[in-house]
Structures are given as structure tokens and as C-alpha cells.
């Protein structure tokens, strides 16, 4: 790279603006980084990250502003474009072909005569070394694990000649120790004079990684500060727009009984794999039972499975002694297990987008009543309820739930969940894409239901939180159980080893001490 | 770095971007534009074909109104339509592609054909009851079948039920050429005349299909709007993990849902084989089941616009053969014109959600258009 070029801005962005429709996903942001340097984009989901890197990767196009690129303007029309103009976009859900091996993926989509396999993998072995990647070019990609598909990911950028990295959310699929070697990664790419963006919401990885941080919120560019004048506190206050407390209660309640109990339970996927592999463990009344694991560990199937959606191979789910397996949705729910399981996208299956919160009352309790007609009015009372009750922003209840902000379906749903007054509830990542405030309200309600004596499981991504609310932590992975742990003793370290199925080795270690 | 100067590109000449949501006044202004437009393109095509774009509209509406006959046809086509329509929106609003309407048309008359032709000794009244209740199982079965396949196999219903609807035709025609040919024919291959016992009565004039399918109109509304089993369609059909895990029994509300579209599919069957046609023959359904398609998402699954875009759709068929016999168009030429007002209705729904953007101009009115 020329010398007089890292003097520049790699990128400058002015005064971009992009609309969905009525949305303004972002006003006239202004953002710059510098070859040589890593900025973090911090903001709430919804503020508008995503959008003003997709803009970058050309895969939207601002409706105005203008983009300069190494000191030039351009303009970005496609994916092809940015990557000629050397911007690599590392997204949040891998983009690769499973059946592929890396370097195959690698190449993928270069221009010119596929060269021999070994001159590839030369370049390849060339490049990871100058970047301190590990990869086994000819290793299939549907043999790796998460972290070596991402290293792909990377390597499929910087083959292609990107000196402007783009990571979207690069470490929420990552253990903790995962992350702190994509960090090694990334400080090496530094050194060699790569512009890095790294979008995410963690305030901790942003103090660890980043130069300086540009902070979104609402889709307009609040400040851009150094990290080295910053701490979390203020990170959070610029993020919010004003000061938060960052503590969550933990309420200390008496020991009291098991109320489920799963016995060598092992759970296939639909399509035949292993979810579950034989765990065992017990959820008591007024305890949230926290359940830590990477994405994918069997998380959702042990939810599923408890809920009655998936069958199981073997085992036993003892409700009050009285096996679950084998009964049907509506038998459960009518027992009082609640499972407000929220998959990926919040109205995958909790809810039913289209419809308004009257008719999303509706779906556990419409078949109570006689007669072949629905009741709408106990279920439009409930949702004015809670409307009030835990201020969900809506023009009416029969908006469509789509058209809610995110922290407000999750309100919605959880309401719904709680109202039905459960003995057990059972959430899978409540606080998925919710803004800080919202995460907290959502916090309040499950130590609301624990003071209630209610069983509540919560499968959470943020370990951190994990700690905090929890009184137990149950760690999973690839679908075994690596431990059960006082979540008031253990460390994050402690977890992050569990995580990644090397907990034997703490325990010898500490024998050993 | 170096090859980038080749690649800073203008922007593209259009693009396409999704527009804030509209008002309900401000659509309905949109879909009666594009249906003005629609008049005008399809003025050109008439204009084209040589005729006189203002009498060939008069004529169509005319010839659908002019005298009580003359209305009379209008409806008598379009009761098997209404009531297909209302057949298919059922398995529409469970995102069941049924398009097997036309099949569950025929087999519904066929099976209401049976008891015609071989119990029309029986109390009028009774074998009219009996003879609606085959033409509302058969058209079911012919639901059923592919609703079983998909839930049992996860077969793709849309080709299933296509393909459903020759097997239903070829049927008929075996029948007529065989076991049911009329014995009075002299050879000729048809099915007997049905009894007067075994038709159905009139009522202001039409035969009294036109009041079953206002019955229905109602019954549809009511069943997809205030039942629970209307509910549980609209969930299953929004998303299936969401009604397993509210403890809806999918498989069950897939069948139940398919074996009532087909039902009343086949009730329309049974309703033009012996209300109108007073025989079966292999156009019982006449492509009726394919419209039906296109009246119910026009309608966006509404009843009661159904009701209004099938009486259009009866009124520019019926027109349109008036049309033929005065000016000598043939037919085909409706069919143009009804291919151009659907052109440019479903067209209107693109801009319904989005707009054009320019190059060079950059949306400022955008902002405004928020505002106001």
C-alpha cells in the first residue's frame, strides 16, 4: 500500500441517509476510519449498524450522502464493487458452502482460471501466515467448527485483496476464548494497515479491540470518541442517550422443591443428528436456572422437547413426578408449563406476525369456551392489560405485532407467557436484539416470576447477564451437559471452558493445585 | 486497490425502493387508477382489432344488463365462480396452493351425477339434499387426497392438485363414453338429460344455486372471522411451528380445511351440473376452478369483495359474448382484455410497496411524504 495513503481516511462516509419506508434506519451518519486502525460501531439493535455496513458492502444503496473510499468518491452498486474497491463484509451468519472445502470457498467467486489446487493452497498458507490465521485449506467446511468457518470468512476476504474489513457481530457465536484469539487476529491485521470495522453490542469487547468508537443510536451518528478516554459506563450513556444503571437483581429465595426433573433425556434433530445426548438435571420453584452454550448446542431441541414439539429417543421429563414424554402441545401447556421459546427471529413461533395482540392472545387459551366461535373480548381485555401494564408502545391492539419494535413483541410475548400464570417458564433468548432499557424490564419481569415461585429457565447468549441472573448456570455443549455451576461462585473463564468442552481439564488442573 | 479507478460507476439509471406505508384512501385512489388504466389499454387493444373501443365497453355492459334474461346469465355464471372462489380461499388463507378447484369441481358433479341418473325415483327434496351432500363429499375426497399425501409424504400440493384435475376430467369422459352414456344417444357420446325430479328448482327466475352461494358468502366470513376452527386456518397458514406450539393439531386442521375447500368446490360442480347444465358433461367446471384463483386474490380473500369481483368477472364474460355475436370478436378477445385488467391490477400492488427512484434525483420528498 502507498505510503501517502495511510495518512487518509480508508473510509469516509458524509451524511448518509437510507429509508425503509417510513423508517429511517439512518440520518446523515458520518463515519471514518483510518488504515491501520480498528473502529468499533457500538448502538442498540435498531440503530442502524447493520444498515450503514450493508451500504458499504453494496447490498443497499444510500438514498443520499456521499462515500469516499481511500480519498476518492464512489459509488458502490453491488458486493462486486465493493470488493474491487477492497472492502471485505465478514457477516453475521456465515456465508459459505458447506459441502466446499475451505479453499474452495475461498476462492469462490474470483475472477480468472481456477489455478491448480496447490498454487492456491500456497497462497492461502502465504496469507494466514502473514495474518497468524490457522486453516487446513483442504479441510470441508461442514467438518469445521464455528470458529475455523469464520477464519474461512476472513480468508475468503483478504484473498480477494480487502484491506477494509467489515465484521458484523464477529464474536456472538464465539466462546470467550474464541473471541480472544479473532482479537489476536485482528490486532495483526492492524499492524499490517488494514482498516477494520467491527460492529457489535458488547461494551467489553469494544474497550478490548477497538481505537475509537462511533456511536449510533437511532440511526443518526451520536459522537466519536477514543476508547482510551472511555469506559463502559459512558459507553452505555452514549448509547442510551442517558445514564443506566447496569445491575440486575438477584433475589435470594428459600430452598424449595424440584418441580422438573429430566432424566437421561436424548433428543434427535428432524433430521436424525443428535441434539440432546443423554443430560439429566433439575429445575427447582423460584430459581432461574441459567443455561449457557455457543449457539447450536442443543439449546433449542432441550426447549422443544420440554414443550412437547420434539420427540425424544429416551429418558423422562418428570413434571411433579409425572412424565411429560409422549403428551401432546396442549397437554403440557395445560399442566402449566409455559415456553415462551423465542427462536431466531422473535415471531418465528411464539407469535403470529400478522396478526394484532388481540388475536396473539388468543393462541394458547382460544379454545377454552364452548361452542364452535372465538371469544375476543377476555383476550382484547388482557392485551389492553398489558398494554398498560408493562407500557407497550402500540397504536392499537390490533396493530399488527409485526410492526412493533422488537422490545415491545418481546413484551408482548413474555406478557402473554406470564399472565397464564405458569408453574415453569422456559425462555430462550428473551433479550435477543431488545435496547438495553427493554433488556432490563424483561429482567424485572423473570425475578418477578421467581419471587413467584415460578421454575424459570433462561437460555441466554450473554454470559455476563448469565451470571448476574442466574442462581444456577447449566452449561451445554454439543448437546451434553459440561456442567452445573453456582452461577454466585463461578467466573466467566470457568464457563467459557465449559463451553468449549474442555472442563475436565479446570478440574484437573485444580486437583492438581 | 489499483483496478478500483476502472470501477467507480455511476449509480444505476432506476432503482427500486419500498415506500412508507400508504393510506387506506391513497390505495384505493392507486387501484382505481390502475383499473382506469386498464380500460384504456385494453381501449387500445380494441382499437387495434379495428372496432370502436366506447361501443365495445357499451355492448359488454349492455349485453350483461340489457334485459332480465340477459341478467339472468349474468348470474347463472356467476354462481359456480362465487362459489369455487369462496372454496379456494379456505386453503388460500392456510397457504395450501389449492389449485385443484377445477378437479374438485367436476368430481363433486360427477358424484352428484350418480344419484341423478340412477336414484331420480326418490322424493324431490330429499335427493336434492342427497345430491348436495355428494357433490360437497366428493369435491372433499378430491381435497382430501392431496391434503393427506402432503401431510403424511410433504408431496407439493400445488402439482398434486393440478394434476388431480385431469384425473377428475378423464373420469368423466370414461363415464360418458362408457357406463353412463345416454342409451338414447344412437352412439353419440353423452350423458342422459337429468330428470326434472333431479334438477334443481328456480327461484326469481335462476335456478336457486345464487341463494346457496350468498349463504355461503356469509358462512365463509363468518367461519374464517369469528370460529375457532377459522382461527386456527389463519395461524397454520401464518406459520406451522407457531400453531404446533400453541398446541394446534396441524395435520388435522390441514385435512379438515382441504376436505371443506373441496366441499364446496364440488358443491359448485353440483350446482351447474343440475342447475344449469342439467346434465354432466367434461365442461362442467369450464376453467371456472383457475378463475376462481385469480377472483379470490384479487379479492385478497375477502368474502365480500369476492362476492363484487366475481359478478365483475360475470359481467365482462357474459358482455364479452354478446360482444362475439353482434361484432363477430371472438372470445378470445375477453380474454385479452381480462388478461390486461389483471395486468394492471396485480401490477398495482408492486406500487402499492414500492416506487422508482431515479438517478440524479435524490428523495427529498421523501421526508415530506412522512410529514403529510
Redesign the interface.
Known amino acids: 500500500?502507498a505510503q501517502q495513503q495511510k495518512t487518509q481516511y480508508a473510509i469516509e462516509c458524509r451524511k448518509i441517509t437510507k429509508?425503509?419506508?417510513?423508517v429511517i434506519a439512518n440520518d446523515e451518519i458520518d463515519l471514518n476510519v483510518k488504515y491501520g486502525e480498528i473502529l468499533a460501531l457500538l448502538g442498540e439493535n435498531g440503530s442502524g449498524k447493520t444498515t450503514l455496513m450493508n451500504m458499504l458492502s453494496g447490498i443497499y444503496?444510500p438514498?443520499?450522502g456521499q462515500i469516499f473510499?481511500?480519498g476518492?468518491?464512489?459509488?458502490i452498486?453491488s458486493p462486486v464493487?465493493a470488493m474491487?474497491?477492497?472492502i471485505g463484509m465478514i457477516h453475521q451468519h456465515f456465508k459459505l458452502v458447506e459441502a466446499f472445502r475451505a479453499m474452495d470457498n475461498i476462492v469462490l467467486g474470483t475472477k480468472g482460471k481456477k489455478e491448480k489446487s496447490k498454487t492456491t493452497s500456497e497462497k492461502i498458507k502465504q496469507i494466514s501466515e502473514t495474518y497468524g490465521l490457522e486453516i487446513e485449506p483442504e479441510k470441508y467446511v461442514s467438518d469445521m467448527s464455528v470458529s475455523e468457518k469464520q477464519t474461512v470468512e476472513i480468508l475468503k476476504v483478504l484473498y480477494k485483496?480487502a484491506?477494509i474489513l467489515i465484521l458484523d457481530e464477529p464474536t456472538a457465536v464465539l466462546t470467550p476464548q474464541e473471541t480472544e484469539k479473532l482479537f489476536a487476529i485482528l490486532r495483526k491485521m492492524r499492524e499490517k494497515g488494514c482498516a477494520i470495522i467491527i460492529i457489535t453490542h458488547k461494551l467489553q469487547e469494544v474497550l478490548a479491540i477497538s481505537d475509537r468508537v462511533t456511536i449510533l443510536r437511532k440511526g443518526k451518528s451520536i459522537e466519536t470518541v477514543n476508547t482510551a478516554d472511555c469506559d463502559a459506563r459512558k459507553l452505555t450513556e452514549l448509547m442510551v442517550g442517558r445514564p443506566v444503571s447496569l445491575e440486575i437483581e438477584r433475589p435470594q429465595m428459600p430452598e424449595t422443591e424440584t418441580i422438573l426433573k429430566i432424566v437421561d433425556l436424548s433428543v434427535n434433530k428432524p433430521d436424525g443428528s443428535k441434539a440432546i445426548d443423554d443430560i439429566s438435571f433439575e429445575i427447582k420453584r423460584g430459581e432461574i436456572l441459567g443455561v449457557a452454550g455457543v449457539a447450536g448446542s442443543g439449546q433449542k431441541e432441550l426447549c422443544e422437547a420440554i414443550?412437547g414439539?420434539l420427540p425424544s429417543q429416551k429418558g423422562a421429563i418428570l413434571f411433579q413426578k409425572e412424565n411429560l414424554l409422549g403428551k401432546?402441545?396442549?397437554?403440557?401447556?395445560e399442566k402449566g408449563v409455559s415456553?415462551s421459546?423465542v427462536?431466531e427471529d422473535r415471531l418465528?413461533?411464539?407469535?403470529?406476525?400478522?396478526?394484532g395482540m388481540t388475536?396473539n392472545m388468543?393462541?394458547?387459551s382460544?379454545?377454552k369456551g364452548k361452542g364452535?366461535?372465538?371469544n375476543r373480548k377476555p383476550a382484547k381485555d388482557l392485551a389492553e392489560k398489558l398494554i398498560g401494564k408493562l407500557g407497550i408502545v402500540t397504536p392499537g391492539t390490533e396493530t399488527p405485532v409485526r410492526l412493533l419494535s422488537g422490545g415491545n413483541v418481546q413484551k408482548v410475548l413474555l406478557g402473554r407467557e406470564i399472565e397464564a400464570s405458569p408453574t415453569v417458564l422456559i425462555t430462550a433468548y428473551p433479550v435477543r436484539g431488545l435496547d438495553i432499557n427493554s433488556s432490563y424490564t424483561v429482567y424485572d419481569l423473570l425475578n418477578e416470576q421467581k419471587k413467584k415461585n415460578v421454575a424459570v429457565m433462561y437460555i441466554g447468549e450473554d454470559l455476563d447477564v448469565l451470571l448476574e441472573l442466574s442462581d444456577r448456570i447449566m452449561v451445554l455443549c454439543h448437546g451434553r451437559i459440561t456442567g452445573i455451576v453456582d452461577a454466585r461462585s463461578t467466573t466467566k473463564e470457568e464457563i467459557g471452558m465449559m463451553m468449549t468442552g474442555e472442563n475436565n481439564m479446570i478440574d484437573t488442573g485444580k486437583e492438581a493445585l | 486497490m489499483s483496478n478500483s479507478t476502472e470501477n467507480v460507476q455511476n449509480e444505476p439509471f432506476a432503482r427500486v425502493i419500498k415506500r412508507a406505508e400508504l393510506s387506506a384512501g391513497k390505495t384505493t385512489l392507486l387501484r382505481l387508477s390502475a383499473v382506469l388504466l386498464s380500460l384504456i389499454a385494453g381501449g387500445v387493444f380494441i382499437a387495434c382489432v379495428g372496432q370502436n373501443p366506447f361501443v365495445i365497453y357499451g355492448t359488454i355492459l349492455s349485453g350483461a344488463f340489457r334485459s332480465m334474461m340477459a341478467f339472468q346469465g349474468t348470474i347463472k355464471l356467476m354462481i359456480p365462480l362465487l362459489i369455487s372462489s369462496l372454496g379456494v380461499t379456505l386453503a388460500f388463507k392456510m397457504k395450501f396452493w389449492n389449485i385443484g378447484a377445477e378437479g374438485q369441481i367436476i368430481f363433486g358433479a360427477t358424484c352428484a351425477t350418480f344419484f341423478a341418473l340412477f336414484c331420480s325415483g326418490m322424493n324431490h327434496v330429499l335427493l336434492i339434499i342427497v345430491m348436495f351432500l355428494a357433490g360437497f363429499i366428493g369435491g372433499g375426497l378430491w381435497g382430501l387426497i392431496p391434503a393427506i399425501f402432503k401431510v403424511k409424504y410433504g408431496t407439493n400440493e400445488t402439482l398434486f392438485t393440478l394434476m388431480l384435475n385431469y384425473i377428475a376430467l378423464h373420469i368423466v369422459s370414461y363415464l360418458r363414453d362408457g357406463p353412463w352414456m345416454d342409451p338414447e344417444s344412437q352412439g353419440f357420446p353423452k350423458i342422459a338429460r337429468f330428470d326434472k325430479n333431479a334438477s334443481l328448482d328456480k327461484l326469481c327466475g335462476i335456478q336457486f344455486g345464487w341463494l346457496i352461494a350468498l349463504i355461503l358468502v356469509i358462512f365463509v366470513f363468518v367461519y374464517l372471522k369469528f370460529c375457532k376452527q377459522g382461527y386456527e386456518i389463519s395461524v397454520v397458514g401464518e406459520s406451522q411451528d407457531t400453531a404446533r406450539y400453541a398446541g394446534m393439531n396441524v395435520k388435522k386442521i390441514v385435512l379438515r380445511t382441504m376436505f371443506l375447500s373441496g366441499g364446496i368446490c364440488g358443491m359448485a360442480g353440483m350446482i351447474q351440473a343440475t342447475g344449469s347444465d342439467i346434465t354432466l358433461t367434461t365442461s362442467v367446471a369450464g376453467g371456472v376452478g383457475f378463475t376462481a384463483i385469480i377472483v379470490a386474490w384479487l379479492a385478497q380473500l375477502n368474502p365480500f369483495s369476492i362476492l363484487i369481483v366475481s359478478f365483475l368477472f360475470s359481467v365482462l364474460e357474459k358482455g364479452s359474448s354478446v360482444v362475439q355475436s353482434n361484432f363477430g370478436l371472438s372470445t378470445d378477445c375477453a380474454d385479452v382484455l381480462q388478461g390486461i385488467i389483471l395486468f394492471f391490477i396485480l401490477g398495482c400492488e408492486f406500487f402499492v410497496r414500492y416506487r422508482f427512484v431515479f438517478r440524479n434525483k435524490v428523495p427529498k420528498f421523501n421526508k415530506k411524504e412522512m410529514e403529510g
Open positions: 500500500m429509508m425503509f419506508g417510513q444503496h438514498d443520499s473510499i481511500g476518492r468518491e464512489v459509488k452498486n464493487d474491487n474497491l477492497g485483496g484491506e414443550a414439539l401432546t402441545p396442549s397437554e403440557i401447556i415456553m421459546f427462536p418465528g413461533m411464539g407469535l403470529v406476525a400478522s396478526m388475536d388468543l393462541l394458547k382460544y379454545q364452535p366461535f372465538v
